[in-house]
């Protein structure tokens, strides 16, 4: 079977498939036992945009609104939303929970991402995370904490209290490497304190295409200066994530991941994100059929979900071409290409983005309230 899906032979080279997506009607309607059934999907990813589309650009939740306000008037939005997205994770996590468990809790998780407005915020990430956690209540939920520096003390905190952490929106290597070093310090605190480490389970979502997108505009620009670079776009952020690869295999060869690793710690995997072609020149599963290697995690769009099950070529491929990787980065600065300053950027426009959305989604749940309710 698994020569016909290529979603199944990613599971048989090591990489673990999540979906992109949630919406009240994927668990309801019975699609997400399918993906689950027929196509070994892994696990679940959400984020602010996410939910924004699904709760105010549909009618899906409208009832749900409703009964939650009788139930509780004085409820505020911020309050509404958390009970509705916690619902949907509940529902999510329970259709996943025979994943998680035969999978001895490496897959199976579904995320939930702390406010957007915590993004640099360590102690109020901690807090919340925690709420949340013990709002949604299940063993296969992971909470998402923005990668930013006061990030890191979260992410750092959350392991030592055994909370599942998926670190979001990764843009460079370097702090990719500090993500890692915060997970191993959480573990080695748990250690010191005699806590088990065997059921912890982290990712480091590693952002691809937003790299290139970036990276490509000022390649043009060297283009159209005369600098022969053609052969450097569409090739960056693969690069990229090659290079931050490497780094998480010499990490689970070393003998201080080898001692946490005795006691039953599992790798933090890199998850890549942001996975979907943006721009229409390229294959529609390049940062699918690119980034393909052992213990990592690819979470797709349904649109890329779709595409890569339909026409796409499952290989090892992560380690492919790893010199290369690291001479096309290496050769940016002769170029006047500050990659630190792009990535920089990039978080900082991603965490805006998320923000927005999630005040946007506040609104927006703000004049249904109104609408709905007599």
Excluded: C
């Excluded at 006691?263 to 995997?269: D, F, I």
């Excluded at 006047?336 to 927006?364: M, P, Y």
């Amino acid at each position: 079977m698994a020569a016909h899906n290529p979603l199944l032979r990613l599971r048989e080279l090591g990489q673990s498939v999540w979906y992109d997506y949630i919406r009240r009607d994927l668990m309801e309607s019975g699609e997400l036992d399918r993906l689950i059934r027929e196509d070994g999907l892994g696990g679940l990813t959400s984020n602010p945009a996410i939910f924004d589309k699904a709760i105010t650009g549909s009618d899906l939740y409208d009832d749900r609104i409703r009964q939650a306000l009788a139930g509780a008037p004085e409820r505020s939005t911020l309050d509404l939303f958390y009970h509705l997205a916690v619902e949907d994770l509940r529902a999510a996590a329970d259709a996943f929970a025979d994943t998680y468990r035969d999978t001895g809790g490496r897959d199976g998780f579904v995320s939930l991402e702390v406010s957007p407005e915590l993004a640099f915020d360590t102690e109020g990430t901690v807090s919340e995370a925690l709420e949340l956690v013990a709002r949604v209540d299940r063993p296969n939920l992971m909470i998402k904490v923005p990668g930013t520096l006061p990030g890191l003390r979260a992410v750092e905190t959350l392991t030592a209290r055994g909370v599942n952490v998926n670190v979001t929106l990764l843009f460079s290597v370097a702090r990719y490497e500090a993500v890692l070093e915060a997970y191993l310090k959480g573990l080695e605190t748990r250690l010191e304190q005699g806590q088990p480490v065997d059921r912890i389970a982290s990712v480091a979502s590693f952002f691809v295409s937003r790299v290139d997108t970036a990276l490509d505009q000022m390649l043009d620009e060297r283009i159209r200066e005369g600098r022969p670079v053609e052969h450097m776009r569409g090739r960056l952020a693969i690069a990229n994530a090659r290079l931050a690869y490497a780094h998480f295999t010499g990490i689970v060869r070393d003998a201080r991941w080898q001692r946490l690793a005795a006691a039953g710690a599992r790798p933090q995997r890199l998850l890549w994100a942001s996975t979907g072609t943006k721009d229409p020149a390229y294959s529609d599963v390049l940062y699918v059929e690119s980034l393909i290697g052992a213990d990592t995690v690819n979470t797709l769009p349904p649109a890329t979900y779709a595409a890569f099950k339909d026409h796409g070529h499952a290989e090892a491929s992560l380690e492919q071409d790893l010199e290369q990787a690291r001479a096309l980065i290496q050769g940016l600065p002769d170029l006047g290409i500050d990659l630190e300053s792009v990535t920089d950027r990039l978080e900082s426009e991603g965490i805006e983005a998320f923000a927005d959305a999630f005040r946007h989604l506040l609104e927006g749940l703000e004049a249904k309230r109104a609408r709905l309710t007599p």
